[in-house]
């Protein structure tokens, strides 16, 4: 994966993205504590509210140097987290976004940063069907719909169907969205 310099770097005059710092874990554990954001995820944490899991997963996350972590800070908060990150052969992206801060283009600003920096393509991601959303950040930044999966969310208990999602190849000026 190819990736930028490590810094921090303005997305808008309110929105920067940084790499993740211990005192950050905090405020994403509490985002985590959501249950409507844990529904809405679907494929989040087994328990949101085991702080040790949540710990040994953000030790081991930070520690691989594969993993692109970084923090989307607003009006000097923390609102949320972004990450690229390898599945198989493909580079996957995800985001969560404090529940009080949704709508706010937060997500969107986020992951056009990020995506600036990882300049690997194609790039991938996955959304619940219903989670509209989570769609609509994606398509901002570009992605399209190249197919369907399923699998056990347990956020909600149950087997959820899913969109698989690609950043094309000629996707590389995140710019305009």
Known sequence: MSVGPRRVSAVTP?????????????????????????????????DPSDRAAFDAHWARIRADERIVNRTIVAGGEVVGHVAAFPVDEQTEVSYWINPERWGRGYATAG????????????????????????????????????GEDSGFAVGRGVEVEEWVLELPAEATDQGDH
């Open 14 to 46: 309110e929105v920067e993205l940084r790499p993740v710092r211990d005192d950050d874990l905090p405020a994403f554990f509490a985002h985590e504590q959501d249950p409507q954001a844990n529904w809405m995820a679907a494929f989040g944490p087994k």
């Open 111 to 146: 992951l056009t940063a990020l995506l600036r920096e990882v300049r690997q393509r194609p790039v991938h991601a996955r959304a619940a069907k219903d989670n509209g959303a989570s769609l609509a950040v994606l398509r901002k930044c570009g992605f399209v719909v190249v």
